[in-house]
């Protein structure tokens, strides 16, 4: 069984800064593209950042500039590093991996709320 356990929402003023952790665990042998999704109340989900095994990354138009998504390999760990917070990132942020192991799948984070007062 692969587990997927975020870390580090929170409450925020406009202009903050937030960094989430999103650790997998288990019987994992690799772990192909990491990432991050959120959702706001009434919208669709939306992909926020991703990052490849060799750390090649892309954005959502949204963020770029402002979050910068990592990965620790030897930790099966990736974060996504929130500066400049704006109200509209509020939203319930999802973690996700492309995990190979004996159900090879993508496992989802439990979400974490990130709240951006104005």
């Known amino acids: 069984q692969v587990q997927l356990v975020e870390s580090g929402g929170g409450l925020v003023e406009a202009g903050g800064s937030l960094r989430l952790s999103c650790a997998a665990s288990?019987?994992?042998?690799?772990?192909?593209?990491m990432g991050w999704y959120r959702q706001a109340p009434g919208k669709q989900r939306e992909l926020v950042a991703v990052?490849?095994?060799?750390?090649?990354?892309n954005y959502a138009d949204s963020v770029k500039g402002r979050f910068t998504i990592s990965r620790d390999n030897t930790k099966n760990t990736v974060y996504l590093q929130m500066n400049s917070l704006k109200p509209e990132d509020t939203a319930v942020h999802y973690c996700y991996a492309d995990v190979i192991s004996d159900w090879s799948r993508r496992y989802w984070g439990q979400g974490t709320q990130v709240t951006v007062s104005s």
């Open positions: 990052i490849t095994t060799e750390g090649s990354t």
């Open positions: 288990g019987r994992i042998f690799t772990i192909n593209d």
